[in-house]
């Protein structure tokens, strides 16, 4: 075992020309390997993956999947309207989330807002937004609002504004701070200041994490409907609990063509505030 631990760990001694000795560490893959390997047998074990049940059942997912990528066109007219729902929400949620989320980043810059304990306690709350998944703030508003699309909307409110929020802080500490010193030296108070140096700066960026988060809640907001936020997600459950692989195909095809439309869409507003 000594031998062993020697060959693999101890430091190498290498002899130069000039007679000096020096020791030249062991590389250190071996023990990386080994590390990662029983990593993988251990998460291995507690999932309870097997490979054999996968070759098994893999005739099952061409199946599914076959039945997938040939949609049934006629069921678009079914589709529409979840698919506005779903456009809905994410717009009207994106755009509440990213309101509120302004006077909060403020807060949350420790190179604006100098008292310590506001600022701990407000990136504390937005740490906890955060935290929490979108289909459970759904299944609560869910509970609390009733089913349907406004309870979706006050999920991806939520969710949006933990993700501005803390987008739009980390920004704002990057910022010159020369142009807000300069003001409050001339009189301004910190809204005044703020306003005419830091807005200007941090605006294109702001919108950038705005549409970011768009094209983030139209992807969230197409499974809310499993809690009974509303939009595609119903459809999409709804056709899988039916076995309609051919008009789940619809839905997922609607669903992609329109995250395309948007993602593109973003994209080119991105590069025009660029």
């Known amino acids: 075992m000594d031998k062993l631990f020697n060959k693999f760990f101890k430091p190498e001694v290498i002899t130069l020309e000039s007679g000096n000795s020096v020791e030249r560490p062991r590389s250190k893959k071996i023990l990386i390997l080994s590390i990662l390997f029983i990593v993988v047998y251990i998460s291995l074990k507690v999932t309870g993956f097997n490979l054999t049940i996968i070759i098994k059942r893999s005739?099952?997912?061409?199946?599914?999947?076959?039945q997938i990528f040939n949609p049934n066109f006629g069921y678009f007219k079914n589709v529409v309207r979840p698919l506005v729902d779903t456009v809905k929400m994410s717009l009207l949620g994106s755009i509440i989330g990213c309101l509120l989320s302004i006077p909060f980043s403020i807060l949350a810059s420790s190179n604006i807002n100098k008292n310590k304990p506001i600022l701990l306690f407000v990136r504390f709350v937005l740490s906890i937004i955060r935290s929490i998944p979108t289909l459970i703030i759904a299944s609560v508003a869910a509970l609390i609002?009733?089913?349907?699309?406004?309870?979706?909307?006050?999920?991806i409110s939520i969710f949006t504004f933990g993700i501005v929020s803390k987008m739009l802080f980390e920004s704002i500490e990057t910022l010159d701070m020369g142009p807000f010193e300069?003001?409050?030296?001339?009189?301004?108070?910190?809204?005044?200041?703020?306003?005419?140096?830091?807005?200007?700066q941090v605006l294109p960026t702001y919108f950038s994490h705005c549409l970011y988060?768009?094209?983030?809640?139209?992807?969230?907001?197409?499974i809310l409907g499993y809690v009974g936020a509303g939009g595609l997600g119903v459809l999409i459950n709804e056709r899988i609990g039916w076995r309609d692989y051919n008009g789940l195909?619809?839905?997922?095809?609607?669903?992609?063509?329109?995250?395309?439309?948007?993602?593109?869409?973003?994209?080119?507003?991105?590069?025009?505030?660029g």
Not at 145 to 155: C, M, P, R, S
Not at 249 to 268: A, C
Request: charged share 10%; glycine share 6%; hydrophobic share 50%.
């Open 59 to 66: 005739n099952q997912l061409t199946v599914i999947l076959s």
């Open 213 to 222: 988060c768009f094209e983030m809640n139209i992807r969230a907001a197409s």
């Open 145 to 155: 609002f009733n089913l349907g699309t406004f309870a979706g909307t006050i999920a």
């Open 249 to 273: 195909g619809m839905v997922l095809l609607s669903l992609f063509v329109l995250v395309l439309l948007i993602d593109q869409l973003s994209s080119y507003l991105r590069s025009k505030l």
């Open 182 to 200: 300069a003001l409050e030296s001339f009189g301004c108070n910190k809204f005044q200041a703020f306003w005419g140096s830091c807005v200007p």
